[in-house]
């Protein structure tokens, strides 16, 4: 490297020239190990340019100095110098220096939250470095591509990228780049859950950055590793390295990753159980990204706290942070996450990769066969960018594009969008496995295909989301008619992997252009729609409708409303009798929480417990019905022995003080604890099946009964038999109704069931009985107890007490 004379000091014209090249050559590497140094060569280099009229100088050192400013999260001042270098590179011709200035662009619309803006200035930043033939331009923007992708989700394309950029780095040897590529791929790694190999990469680059004073670096790599430790539950080791690098982190003054240090940091201590010191590493966190408006981590701070919080049962706290972590993230889904950038992503991928292939294959005509294998695995790349690589779908991106198109080129016709959602997929998932649960997928995928028309697109969304675009409709109606008949094709039975299933969903259908005129709206609207499939009892179709509203801002005012429903005392349980099936005489009551809205009257359980267990109110909410059932109960043991039931969710269950609460509810209220069912559907227990056992084992050695509600309803219920302590199993409703069929076939299910239970000793009771062929049916295949309206329908506290008072037996 050059000697530096004194900057306060003009060299000799004869000398100018090689000066400010030996200012521009060391002001770059500090970029990213003294970036306060960098920028104070930089405007040194930037005013000796201008005074030689050298015009590539200029636009030289200023792209660097946007740079340097940027690794100082200094994004205003940046975004200025970038523009002001992407000006000058044009006037002096300097594509090299123009193709970096717009991808530093990128970069600060992507710092900022902006990726739609990012990706296009990263594909623009792309043609001008191609068109170059500049290797190290590509390669940047590769890594700003890499980013986006993995920031968006998609790591697997997020790391194709990074390893691209990391062959290019090599072959030009350029550090810094190569340096950026490892700790990219590393922290792909991390995303992905391959915790080992993140660790390996950083063990193994960690010396190399360091011999190489590249002090940024140093800090993304730490941050990543302190996740990975974390992860894997040492808490002791990422704190400890995480003391070590906070003092480099804030010379350093890259407030991204400071950041994310603070708040791995944090969560290492609260694993640690250190909790005073973990809330002063996430509110420095917090504080930090509200600051420098760094959003997305400003998101992941809050969510962090209010995991604190909710360990120190510090509800109140907890349940606002959650709320402002939830409307930051609805913000960020809105304006950050546009549907947009996948578009952009992909379209960028493809003709990335074309460019390429064509600039390699022109450079020799001894490359030829290796361009033919570089071609043909363009196309695979340019295949996996437009499709889902489980079920050869269009993905998300394609779909996009599509809808854009069709929008674009929309006629007189209407054409609708179809949002799709298959109803309990993830009970698959939890009892079968995902090989299962991908297979199933696939099964759909095919079926969706034959079911629609040759011009349709089918695409899968993720997860068990898929959408469809029906182009060119007679009438907006017929949109409907064909999500019908979707439908009745998933109705008829799946066999995946040896097992025969039943799969439904939902549908919500938008219609261009009376629903929208642009994708983000229809697909919002055919979201809303579905989701009000799913609110009227699933396997149904639902059209978008002006007056159905904004379903989150619905969602958020429920929440809000039941925490204070909790500390206003507005719920209410109301008691559902359970009868002796041979002698009709009522033998005890189930819990069913009601909640008296001061506005909507009163709501049953279907309007708020979704709610509540996605919000984490379940806990507290599921503690007080346990405890004025008890309470309840105890009271009516004057009248002879009744027992109570009460349900419980998975979450409730899962939290470490639950035996504990239950307890408590039966030391309060002095009920017998052999008086007391609780109720548990498979999903509580098949997650953790070892833990679940001793935890029931528990309760009952406390003389508590449990009862596995819903039976038949999962994929795997009767193998669940044999391991789990159950004193008593209720067949679903479903299968005593047998809506789909007669009480003939009603009959053989439910007795195969009866018979299955006795044999394991355990009781049955029959759920769901409303017709007097349905008690005549449940008596005769011997169940031991039953439920439903033809006896009786959930009734008050005081109703209760009067039907034990006066009750006679169900006559036969």
């Given at each position: 490297?050059?000697?530096?004379?004194?900057?306060?000091?003009?060299?000799?014209?004869?000398?100018?020239?090689?000066?400010?090249?030996?200012?521009?050559?060391?002001?770059?590497?500090?970029?990213?190990?003294?970036?306060?140094?960098?920028?104070?060569?930089?405007?040194?280099?930037?005013?000796?340019?201008?005074?030689?009229?050298d015009l590539r100088g200029v636009a030289r050192a200023l792209t660097l100095l946007g740079g340097a400013q940027l690794v100082r999260s200094q994004y205003a001042e940046a975004a200025q110098t970038y523009a002001q270098a992407r000006h000058a590179a044009r006037d002096a011709g300097d594509g090299g220096s123009e193709a970096r200035a717009v991808n530093g662009l990128g970069m600060i619309a992507r710092a900022m939250g902006r990726y739609g803006e990012a990706m296009e200035h990263y594909?623009?930043?792309?043609?001008?470095?191609?068109?170059?033939?500049?290797?190290?331009?590509?390669?940047?923007?590769?890594?700003?591509?890499?980013?986006?992708?993995?920031?968006?989700?998609?790591?697997?394309?997020?790391?194709?990228?990074?390893?691209?950029?990391?062959?290019?780095?090599?072959?030009?040897?350029?550090?810094?780049?190569?340096?950026?590529?490892?700790?990219?791929?590393?922290?792909?790694?991390?995303?992905?859950?391959?915790?080992?190999?993140?660790?390996?990469?950083?063990?193994?680059?960690?010396?190399?950055?360091?011999?190489?004073?590249?002090?940024?670096?140093?800090?993304?790599?730490?941050?990543?590793?302190?996740?990975?430790?974390?992860?894997?539950?040492?808490?002791?080791?990422?704190?400890?390295?995480?003391?070590?690098?906070?003092?480099?982190?804030?010379?350093?003054?890259?407030?991204?990753?400071?950041?994310?240090?603070?708040?791995?940091?944090?969560?290492?201590?609260?694993?640690?159980?250190?909790?005073?010191?973990?809330?002063?590493?996430?509110?420095?966190?917090?504080?930090?990204?509200?600051?420098?408006?760094?959003?997305?981590?400003?998101?992941?701070?809050?969510?962090?706290?209010?995991?604190?919080?909710?360990?120190?049962?510090?509800?109140?706290?907890?349940?606002?942070?959650?709320?402002?972590?939830?409307?930051?993230?609805?913000?960020?889904?809105?304006?950050?996450?546009?549907?947009?950038?996948?578009?952009?992503?992909?379209?960028?991928?493809?003709?990335?990769?074309?460019?390429?292939?064509?600039?390699?294959?022109?450079?020799?005509?001894?490359?030829?066969?290796?361009?033919?294998?570089?071609?043909?695995?363009?196309?695979?790349?340019?295949?996996?960018?437009?499709?889902?690589?489980?079920?050869?779908?269009?993905?998300?991106?394609?779909?996009?594009?599509?809808?854009?198109?069709?929008?674009?080129?929309?006629?007189?016709?209407?054409?609708?969008?179809?949002?799709?959602?298959?109803?309990?997929?993830?009970?698959?998932?939890?009892?079968?496995?995902?090989?299962?649960?991908?297979?199933?997928?696939?099964?759909?995928?095919?079926?969706?295909?034959?079911?629609?028309?040759?011009?349709?697109?089918?695409?899968?969304?993720?997860?068990?989301?898929?959408?469809?675009?029906?182009?060119?409709?007679?009438?907006?109606?017929?949109?409907?008619?064909?999500?019908?008949?979707?439908?009745?094709?998933?109705?008829?039975?799946?066999?995946?992997?040896?097992?025969?299933?039943?799969?439904?969903?939902?549908?919500?259908?938008?219609?261009?252009?009376?629903?929208?005129?642009?994708?983000?709206?229809?697909?919002?609207?055919?979201?809303?729609?579905?989701?009000?499939?799913?609110?009227?009892?699933?396997?149904?179709?639902?059209?978008?409708?002006?007056?159905?509203?904004?379903?989150?801002?619905?969602?958020?005012?429920?929440?809000?409303?039941?925490?204070?429903?909790?500390?206003?005392?507005?719920?209410?349980?109301?008691?559902?009798?359970?009868?002796?099936?041979?002698?009709?005489?009522?033998?005890?009551?189930?819990?069913?929480?009601?909640?008296?809205?001061?506005?909507?009257?009163?709501?049953?359980?279907?309007?708020?417990?979704?709610?509540?267990?996605?919000?984490?109110?379940?806990?507290?909410?599921?503690?007080?019905?346990?405890?004025?059932?008890?309470?309840?109960?105890?009271?009516?043991?004057?009248?002879?022995?009744?027992?109570?039931?009460?349900?419980?969710?998975?979450?409730?269950?899962?939290?470490?003080?639950?035996?504990?609460?239950?307890k408590e509810a039966l030391q309060s209220s002095g009920l017998d604890p052999h008086q007391l069912i609780l109720e548990l559907t498979e999903s509580v227990v098949i997650r953790h099946p070892e833990s679940a056992v001793a935890q029931l084992q528990e309760l009952r050695a406390l003389g508590i009964r449990i009862a596995l509600d819903d039976f038949g309803t999962g994929q795997s219920s009767l193998s669940l038999l044999r391991r789990l302590p159950i004193d008593i199993l209720k067949i679903?409703?479903?299968?005593?109704?047998?809506?789909?069929?007669?009480?003939?076939?009603?009959?053989?299910?439910?007795?195969?069931?009866?018979?299955?239970?006795?044999?394991?000793?355990?009781?049955?009771?029959?759920?769901?009985?409303?017709?007097?062929?349905?008690?005549?049916?449940?008596?005769?295949?011997?169940?031991?107890?039953?439920?439903?309206?033809?006896?009786?329908?959930?009734?008050?506290?005081?109703?209760?007490?009067?039907?034990?008072?006066?009750?006679?037996?169900?006559?036969?």
């Open positions: 490297m050059s000697p530096i004379p004194d900057r306060h000091v003009l060299p000799r014209p004869e000398g100018a020239s090689e000066h400010l090249q030996a200012l521009l050559t060391s002001a770059e590497p500090l970029m990213v190990s003294d970036a306060e140094r960098a920028s104070e060569l930089l405007h040194e280099a930037q005013r000796l340019a201008a005074h030689l009229g594909l623009d930043s792309l043609r001008i470095a191609q068109a170059q033939g500049d290797e190290l331009g590509q390669a940047r923007t590769l890594c700003n591509v890499g980013v986006v992708h993995s920031e968006l989700g998609d790591h697997e394309l997020g790391l194709q990228a990074f390893q691209k950029m990391q062959a290019l780095a090599r072959r030009t040897g350029h550090v810094i780049l190569h340096s950026t590529s490892m700790i990219n791929i590393a922290f792909v790694y991390h995303e992905l859950g391959r915790h080992d190999e993140a660790l390996d990469v950083a063990r193994a680059h960690l010396p190399v950055i360091r011999a190489q004073g590249l002090r940024q670096h140093e800090v993304i790599l730490q941050a990543t590793v302190m996740g990975c430790l974390v992860a894997q539950g040492h808490a002791r080791d990422a704190a400890q390295l995480a003391e070590a690098t906070l003092p480099l982190a804030r010379e350093v003054g890259d407030h991204e990753h400071l950041a994310h240090i603070h708040v791995a940091y944090g969560q290492a201590l609260l694993d640690l159980g250190e909790y005073g010191a973990a809330a002063e590493q996430l509110e420095a966190a917090l504080q930090g990204t509200r600051e420098h408006g760094l959003r997305a981590q400003e998101r992941t701070a809050l969510q962090a706290l209010s995991a604190l919080h909710a360990r120190q049962r510090h509800w109140e706290q907890a349940y606002e942070l959650a709320v402002a972590s939830h409307t930051l993230d609805r913000a960020l889904h809105a304006h950050d996450l546009d549907r947009r950038t996948k578009v952009l992503s992909a379209q960028m991928q493809v003709e990335m990769l074309q460019r390429e292939a064509e600039v390699e294959r022109l450079r020799s005509a001894e490359l030829a066969q290796m361009n033919l294998e570089l071609t043909a695995a363009q196309r695979r790349l340019s295949y996996r960018a437009t499709h889902d690589a489980l079920t050869g779908l269009a993905n998300r991106a394609h779909f996009q594009a599509e809808l854009e198109r069709a929008l674009d080129t929309a006629t007189a016709e209407p054409f609708g969008v179809l949002f799709l959602d298959l109803d309990r997929f993830k009970h698959v998932n939890d009892t079968l496995g995902h090989d299962v649960g991908d297979a199933l997928l696939c099964e759909v995928a095919r079926r969706l295909r034959r079911v629609v028309r040759r011009g349709d697109l089918v695409a899968r969304m993720g997860g068990d989301e898929f959408t469809v675009i029906l182009r060119e409709l007679r009438s907006a109606p017929d949109a409907e008619r064909i999500a019908r008949k979707i439908l009745n094709r998933l109705a008829q039975t799946f066999e995946v992997g040896g097992h025969t299933l039943h799969v439904t969903a939902s549908i919500g259908v938008a219609v261009a252009p009376q629903d929208g005129h642009d994708v983000t709206t229809l697909q919002k609207h055919a979201d809303i729609a579905m989701y009000r499939a799913k609110q009227g009892g699933k396997n149904g179709v639902r059209t978008f409708q002006p007056t159905m509203g904004s379903e989150t801002a619905e969602r958020v005012d429920v929440e809000r409303d039941l925490r204070e429903a909790l500390s206003r005392q507005e719920l209410t349980l109301h008691y559902q009798p359970l009868y002796a099936a041979p002698a009709g005489t009522v033998t005890g009551f189930e819990a069913l929480v009601r909640w008296n809205h001061p506005t909507q009257g009163l709501l049953p359980p279907g309007k708020f417990i979704g709610v509540a267990e996605d919000s984490g109110l379940i806990v507290p909410l599921g503690a007080w019905v346990l405890g004025e059932a008890c309470r309840q109960a105890a009271a009516w043991q004057a009248h002879g022995p009744v027992s109570i039931s009460v349900n419980v969710s998975p979450l409730q269950f899962d939290q470490p003080d639950f035996l504990g609460t239950v679903d409703r479903s299968f005593v109704q047998d809506d789909g069929g007669t009480l003939e076939s009603a009959q053989v299910m439910v007795g195969v069931m009866v018979t299955l239970a006795h044999s394991f000793r355990m009781a049955v009771v029959a759920e769901g009985v409303e017709t007097e062929g349905q008690l005549a049916l449940v008596r005769a295949l011997g169940c031991d107890g039953m439920q439903g309206y033809l006896l009786a329908r959930p009734l008050s506290a005081e109703a209760a007490r009067a039907l034990l008072v006066t009750t006679l037996p169900i006559s036969a």
